[in-house]
């Protein structure tokens, strides 16, 4: 046995020798390995030292505490609008150019982000599409203010705030064309930020200024730059819009946002860019915060923007040489008196100049419009002229705006951004329509005398005119035996409803196939449309 216990030994000395060469080998060639790999490493670039991260640390700023302070009272504002079926008619978009090759300098507002939209066919059903805006809260309680254009003829809008993924639906408070501005409100049953107003007459060429809003859907995004001039005329400007001009990067998306001075105030509403591609190329437009607080002040009280007006029209761009011809050094030159408005009533004249109200100075247009539009309505005005030579006084009464132009072509297209889609302030009652006035034109070819009618430009899907058969284009006459000649009659009724009040709707129709049959007048059928409102909603 001792043989036995002799070549166990020796078995166990070979494996554990076995053994310890091949833990060697292995721990040699690792050795070898890791040499060589770091020896490769290294000859990347043998002298380089490797770079190391430091502790996070915030170095805030003036433009850091700004963005951190006004971003939560920044809203996305994304709007649905049943597109149109195109019609023959080429419309410029931001980018187009003209068979000539195209204007040096595009000026254009309405400059929403949209999706981009695939070809479609000429006579394909329209389909809704989305655009995106911003917009601003200005009261904790969910009212924002943007452009019109972001919310014109939408059909919903939903509002996103700053950090929150939740859409909120937002109602249409007023609009006002003429300013490119707009309100509107959501519930989020929640104390909400809002941005600090500043007075715009304070902006000096080469302040700072800081543009927030969505880009090209981007929401949060913060710009900076100077202003590059006030007071700005720009071509395709409306009556009461004097911009702010920008360098502070603004592209589409951006339109309705605020751009705030260094301390955070808002003073001014991004409208506008110059472009020739359609994008930034710093050249951005922002209506002053001291116009957007006066057009909110009249839309939070009457739903619009209400302004006195005298009924006159004069040239825009007067030449000093019209007023030296005239004999005067400063004024207005009447050109055209707007028949029974208040102007002709007081015996004002075409060719008059106007060289001062109440005894001020008025050195041209913009001072005279200034003046005129924020004139209580009602209120009398002493209005001096300058006739053949000699100085006459006219005592003229001061008359809301739209109602004296109400006859004027240029109030006639915008007549539409007067809405209905909800329920009056203070009632439960909900037609769910939106109207315009009809025109003095409109009115004579379907012989109504009494001017009763107002046109129905959209009805809600759903709503309750949609249920007992309203529809885009028909006139109402009177709801409930009530004259209805103004959004303010339609209110007025609709706020004396509640649920499960009787509704009747008299309406006139166009008849298919009837227009042009006499006198260029068309065939209209008169019914009345009539249901229960519900008792809820």
Known sequence: MRWFQNLKQQKLLSLSLMVFTLSVGILIGTLISGSVSAA????????????????AASNPNEFTKLAKMVEPAVVNISAEVTAKAPTA?????????????????????????????????????????????????????????????????????????????????????????E??????????????????????????????????????GLAATVTAGII?????????????????????????????????????????????????????????????ANQMAKVYNSIIQYGRAKRGSIGISWDKNQKSEVLRAAGVNNGVLVTQVTPKGPAEKAGLRAEDVIIAINGKTIKNGDELVAIVAETPVDTNLKVTVDRGGKKVDLSVLVQDRLEVFKDDERFARHRDDVELPTKAEGTPAKFGISI???????????????????????????????EIGVQERDIIISV???????????????????????????????IPGAANRKSGEAGYQTFFAAGTLPEKE
């Open 179 to 216: 300013s490119d501005i707009a309100v509107i409100k959501i519930d989020a049953n929640k104390a909400l930020p809002a941005l600090k107003i500043g007075n715009s007459d304070a902006v000096q060429v080469g302040d700072w200024a800081v543009a927030i809003g969505s880009p090209f």
């Open 436 to 466: 315009r006035a009809m025109s003095a034109p409109e009115k004579e070819s379907l012989k109504l005398g009494d001017e009763r009618g107002v046109y129905v430009t959209r009805v809600e899907e759903g709503s309750f005119a949609a």
């Open 89 to 177: 008619r080429r419309r410029v978009s931001p980018g187009d150019e003209d068979e000539e090759g195209g204007d040096e300098m595009e000026m254009f507002r309405r400059f929403f982000g949209q999706p981009g939209q695939g070809g479609r066919q000429p006579n394909a059903r329209p389909r809704p599409r989305e655009a995106t805006g911003s917009g601003f809260l200005v009261d904790k309680n969910g009212y924002i203010v943007t452009n019109f254009h972001v919310v014109e003829k939408a059909d919903s809008i939903k509002v996103k705030l700053s950090g929150d993924d939740k859409e909120y639906k937002a109602k249409v408070i007023g609009t006002d064309w």
């Open 228 to 288: 590059s001039a006030t007071g700005r005329d720009l071509p395709s400007a409306e009556q009461f819009q004097r911009f702010i001009q920008t360098d502070a990067a603004i592209n589409p998306g951006n339109s309705g946002g605020p751009l705030v001075n260094i301390h955070g105030e808002v003073i001014g509403v991004n409208t506008a860019i110059a472009t020739q591609s359609g994008g930034y190329q710093g050249i951005g437009f922002a209506l002053p």
């Open 480 to 510: 409930n035996r009530q004259p209805v000649t103004s959004l303010d009659d339609l209110r007025r009724v609709q706020g004396t409803l509640k649920p499960g009040d009787a509704v009747a709707f008299r309406v006139m129709r166009p």
């Open 40 to 55: 490769k490493e290294q000859a990347v670039a043998p002298d380089a030292t490797p770079l190391a991260i430091p502790p």
